[in-house]
T-cell receptor, first 114, second 114 residues
Framework: AAGVIQSPRHLIKEKRETATLKCYPI?????VYWYQQGPGQDPQFLIS???????DKGSIPDRFSAQQFSDYHSELNMSSLELGDSALYFC?????????????FGPGTRLTVT | ELKVEQNPLFLSMQEGKNYTIYCNYS?????LYWYRQDPGKSLESLFV?????AVKQEGRLMASLDTKARLSTLHITAAVHDLSATYFC??????????????FGPGTRLSVLP
């Protein structure tokens, strides 16, 4: 079965640079979530989209923005990168309403800011 | 604000032993999820618990949900080394039919020793 696809899988950037992470949800899933997981931490919700509209917002810095496109893929844009942005970034997708509201996680993008 | 706690945070156990991981949450929710994460990897869905009294079992793992007590348990039976990983519970705080971003517990890092 198709899973959530994220690209790139690894990314190294310098401070103050920008980065763009991409997420391709499971086919027919209409909702995308972005999470940030620091070393030894639990995943923290950043932002979500339902049917291409922002549906919820968590602890996403103002330096970050995201959108969901007509084909349902999503991009997380990160500017003025800081050392503290180094983390695993997960995208998850779900189908609403599906009853289980289960979120399926992608493999993650490991961002390292030097 | 929903808070999710797990106990214990670290667990070292011998192969063949049984143990239980506890997940408490602070506000009413009927949806709780258990995930497994290996180091540097994605989150793998283990169980979806959607109602009070729900019990699910898969292999050596069994999860239950008591929504009145706001408590979920993940019971490990006759542990084997392959179960070594970090286990997260996640709660969906929404009360409608559309689901929201998950709030994760801090995770329980399990090491099963031979």
């Amino acid at each position: 079965a198709a899973g959530v696809i994220q690209s790139p899988r690894h990314l190294i950037k310098e401070k103050r640079e920008t980065a763009t992470l991409k997420c391709y949800p499971i086919p027919r899933h209409d909702t995308v979530y972005w999470y940030q997981q620091g070393p030894g931490q639990d995943p923290q919700f950043l932002i979500s989209f339902y049917e291409k509209m922002q549906s919820d917002k968590g602890s996403i810095p103002d330096r970050f923005s995201a959108q969901q496109f007509s084909d349902y893929h999503s991009e997380l844009n990160m500017s003025s990168l800081e050392l503290g942005d180094s983390a695993l970034y997960f995208c998850a997708s779900s189908l609403k309403p599906s009853g289980a509201y289960e979120q399926y996680f992608g493999p993650g993008t490991r961002l390292t800011v030097t | 604000e929903l808070k999710v706690e797990q106990n214990p945070l670290f667990l070292s156990m011998q192969e063949g032993k049984n143990y239980t991981i506890y997940c408490n949450y602070s506000t009413t929710s009927d949806r709780l999820y258990w995930y497994r994460q290996d180091p540097g990897k994605s989150l793998e869905s283990l169980f979806v618990l959607l109602s009070n009294g729900a019990v699910k079992q898969e292999g050596r793992l069994m999860a239950s949900l008591d929504t009145k007590a706001r408590l979920s348990t993940l019971h490990i039976t006759a542990a084997v080394h392959d179960l070594s990983a970090t286990y997260f519970c996640a709660v969906d705080p929404s009360r409608d039919n559309y689901g929201q971003n998950f709030v994760f517990g801090p995770g329980t890092r399990l090491s099963v020793l031979p």
